[in-house]
């Protein structure tokens, strides 16, 4: 297990990790600790773009054999358009590109990708007060895939996976995960 950095999310540590056998990357993530989700706090103001409440850097023996090379953690207390996502809950983007040009997107190309993973699709939503997100692109993250099906569900979510894209370039992927499933 080779470690990446670690960083403060709302008291507790989060660390980012890779675990290397035969010299081959096979498995990388983070680890969250529950204190982290438990002194996330319950109201806050609604903010537009979502801050990153964590950027961590993923280990390099991670980034050079996969391409992802950091993660970016959002707390969405609220939650966020769609309906099915109007529940608490975070967005953990694992990103192909640096920080800084994460920072530096900010939705000017409306062009989606040609081609997307099977069954998932780049809504366009309009949100009140923010206008047209096309591919549901967030200013400072991406446009954001969701399965089609996730956007006909009634109840909230409990867990999704998103994949994202910057300029029709895949650039994360974004396990997304109610506060009431992690707890």
Request: net charge negative.
């Amino acid at each position: 297990v080779v470690q990446g950095e670690c960083q403060d999310m709302f008291g507790s540590d989060v660390c980012t990790w890779g675990t290397v056998a035969g010299g081959q990357v096979v498995a990388f993530g983070a680890t969250i600790p529950l204190a982290g989700v438990e002194n996330a706090p319950a109201d806050a103001e609604m903010v537009f773009p979502p801050p990153f409440v964590a950027v961590v850097a993923l280990p390099a023996d991670v980034a050079s054999a996969t391409g992802f090379n950091h993660l970016g953690v959002n707390w969405e207390p609220h939650g966020h358009p769609p309906t099915v996502f109007l529940t608490p809950h975070f967005d953990f983007h694992f990103y192909t590109i640096d920080p800084e040009r994460v920072q530096a997107i900010d939705c000017a190309d409306v062009t989606k990708p040609a081609q997307l993973p099977a069954q998932y699709t780049l809504p366009d939503l309009d949100i009140p007060g923010v206008g047209m997100m096309v591919g549901a692109c967030i200013p400072t993250m991406g446009m954001h895939a969701v399965l089609q099906s996730e956007l006909e569900e009634t109840e909230p979510f409990g867990v999704s996976m998103i994949v994202g894209y910057d300029q029709e370039t895949p650039i994360f992927i974004e396990p997304m995960i109610a506060r009431a499933k992690l707890l």
